[in-house]
């Protein structure tokens, strides 16, 4: 019999189960055995770069969009031709985001199959909203209503109109994109050769962002993912932004009058789009097993299986566009954050400025909470110049 390894972003234990239920139908179908490997997306890319370092990586990987181009460049991963992803569909078939992320900036081959997507969202108050005399099809519909809409949550005695972390989180770079984009922003030339980020209207949109700590309570320093999560969920908060994923398992554990009255919205910029594509490492001695095995999880049952566990879409537009997904209108929303949202391009610093920016961003949280009427733009520019030149050395050294 034939053997894989399959390394997989960490989900809970029963969800794992049934995914390794699915493989052993494969197995029955194929027989191929498929080693299933949990990864937890927090260290899942030091275990992926020293696999690609050193050689001894797994047959196939589900890796985060952004991760592609660096695996590239380390030459740990297969490229896919027209005939070996023969069954897959067509271009067009897929989220245009979920596709670019698969291809590389000059080069035509296809070093991955999309997979999973996911977009930001917010998540709002209804009841709230209309307390404050405020309409939901408004609210949001700038990033200058978006702030009048929080003012005026707080000042009809909302404690804490806006929830979202403050501490050193990725979230945080994917939530401040879509003000950087919606400000005209941006964080590098389509090239890769100029860093944008430090420049006029990126800026704008990086405070616009920080500007809404002042929305956040009591106690916004403490703000964790979970615990930033948990307040609105738990009907201490009025608005916060996060992705599909996480409304399932909410909605199964929120108060009653937390979900009767829950909202779904647009976020004023293009939304974040990320998640998950499946590549083949070069090192395996099994290519065509490997390939069988993405034909599998590619499939429209195991794709809807990864849905319901993950929270994901498929990154198939029909697929996608069929779900339902809670409501019709919140279906659309999802689908048209997918579609008009952005991510980022596969060029060879990606993933090394996602890393770097996501540390920085962390900081300047530390020093606007704790210096809440100091200059923003002069923290802004103490924290993010250093790292545009210390960026400048690492990419054109």
Known sequence: ????????????????????????????????????????????WSEIVSAAIHGHGPDVSEVGTSWVTDLVGMSALMGLSKQTISGLGKQSEYMEQAWRSCIILGDNTLWAVPWLSGARVLYYRRDW??????????????FSSMQDTLARLQASGCARPWSITTQTSLNTLHHIASWVWGHGGDFFTPDGKHLLFTEEKALN???????????????PAELSD??????????????????????????????????????VGLVPG??????????????????????????FLTSPDVLMLCYRTTGLLPARRDLAQSLEIDTPEIRSIFNTALETGRSWPNLSFAALLENRLTGTLGSIWKDVLANPKSDLFGILHEHLDLLEKRLKISINP
């Open 129 to 142: 909203l209309e307390k404050a005399g405020l309409k939901p099809e408004t609210a949001f519909q700038s």
């Open 226 to 263: 979970a615990r930033a999560y948990d307040l609105f969920w738990g009907g201490q908060a009025g608005v916060t932004m996060d992705g599909l994923w996480i409304l399932p398992e909410r909605k199964a554990s929120s108060p009653a009058e937390v979900i009767q009255n829950l909202g």
């Open 270 to 295: 293009p939304s974040f789009v990320g998640g998950s594509n499946l590549v083949v490492w070069k090192n395996t001695v099994r290519p065509e097993a490997a390939l069988e095995l993405i034909r």
């Open 1 to 44: 019999m034939i053997e894989l390894e399959f390394t997989v972003m960490a989900q809970t234990p029963e969800k794992l189960a049934e995914l390794q239920v699915a493989l052993e139908t494969f197995e029955r179908r194929t027989r191929i055995h498929v080693h299933l490997t949990p990864l937890k997306w927090g260290t899942a």
């Open 205 to 219: 949109g990086i405070a616009a962002y920080f500007s809404l700590g002042q929305y956040l309570g009591s106690d």
